[in-house]
């Protein structure tokens, strides 16, 4: 009986080999496993094409295979040139919040008579002071050399566990002396190597909204805990003023979501529609992150973050595998009793 046993587990685990190296080879044959830049693009535009307006004016809506003009690409153009393209030049020595602040005295200006979309005004007003430049976004390590511009809801408390460990040696012998509470050094404490390369990781933006909604606002718990639900004077009102006393009594604000946070769809909605009034750090476009509005082109690995086709692919043959497992098992265990 354990020869029947161990000749159809074998049988399995042979014909998940095969088809999973097959998929494999068929993805690599395809260079699916790669991340062309200009994909990349394509698939998280508007958020990170160049700054170069004139280069970007010139580019022709993409045909399909009717020769028809593609809806999608000539809404990004649109997109684009009423925001982005408005963001204004900065030298090297103007990084970050630098760089954005000369854009908001532009906007401000009382004179200017361009219109720009009200969500890119209130963009450009949070991201100077919201954490979108802060330190936490540039992860390091020697070994390898390498510099990692890091994105919130794109992964990053798994990036950062992967940088801790990678740079554990820079906490011993005494993590906590030397690196602190989280006793984790995400950006090395060695000499970085000149021309170290540059990478970074990009979501789906509808994704990762979904994802920053479903994490920061979905459960009222945490949304009262972190208060990145933005604006909490509308998400979580009731932890403004507390212990304030107004006539001897609590005095709060009033619950604004209280007949939709009980609605998914409605609550999604509500949270969509008001996030531009004040934006968090989670939920800021990927392409404000490490000036990749303007430099993403300097970046040598340009990744996108999702499951590929080969690994779902893979997960569907495990299912198999453990299904046909259980029931090389059962007839086993049969057998073995009717023995």
């Not at 939920?283 to 973050?305: E, S």
């Amino acid at each position: 009986m354990s020869r029947t046993y161990s000749g159809c587990l074998l049988y399995s685990v042979s014909c998940l080999l095969f088809i999973s190296l097959a998929c494999n080879y068929h993805l690599l044959s395809k260079g699916i496993y790669t991340a062309p830049r200009y994909e990349v693009y394509d698939t998280i535009s508007p958020e990170l094409h160049t700054n170069n307006e004139e280069e970007y004016t010139n580019i022709k809506p993409v045909l399909n295979d009717e020769k028809e003009y593609d809806e999608a690409e000539l809404i990004i153009k649109r997109s684009y040139e009423k925001s982005y393209a408005h963001i204004q030049p900065c030298n090297e020595s103007e990084r970050g919040k630098e760089c954005m602040r000369k854009t908001l005295e532009h906007i401000n200006q009382v004179n200017t008579t361009q219109s720009y979309p009200w969500w890119f005004q209130t963009l450009i007003r949070d991201v100077i002071d919201n954490g979108s430049y802060g330190f936490w976004h540039h992860f390091t390590t020697t070994n390898p050399s390498i510099n990692f511009c890091t994105i919130g809801k794109v992964a990053t408390t798994e990036w950062r566990r992967v940088f801790c460990e990678l740079n554990r040696d820079d906490c011993m012998p005494d993590p906590l002396e030397q690196c602190g509470k989280k006793q984790c050094a995400w950006k090395t404490k060695k000499n970085m190597t000149e021309n170290a390369p540059w990478a970074v990781f990009l979501r789906d933006p509808l994704e990762r909204l979904l994802s920053g909604f479903l994490d920061k606002c979905y459960r009222k718990a945490q949304r009262k805990r972190e208060k990145h639900c933005a604006p909490n004077v509308v998400f979580n009102s009731q932890n403004l003023i507390e212990g304030k006393k107004k006539n001897g009594e609590d005095n709060f604000y009033p619950n604004l979501i209280q007949d939709i946070d009980d609605k998914d769809k409605q609550f999604f909605a509500a949270y969509v529609d008001v996030l531009p009034l004040k934006w968090n750090i989670h939920f800021v476009p990927q392409a404000i992150a490490c000036d990749l509005h303007r430099d993403i082109g300097n970046f040598d690995f340009v990744g996108k973050m999702g499951e590929s086709p080969c690994l779902c692919c893979f997960k569907i043959l495990v299912i198999w595998l453990l299904h046909l497992s259980l029931h090389c098992i059962h007839l086993f265990a049969l057998a073995t009793h009717m023995y």
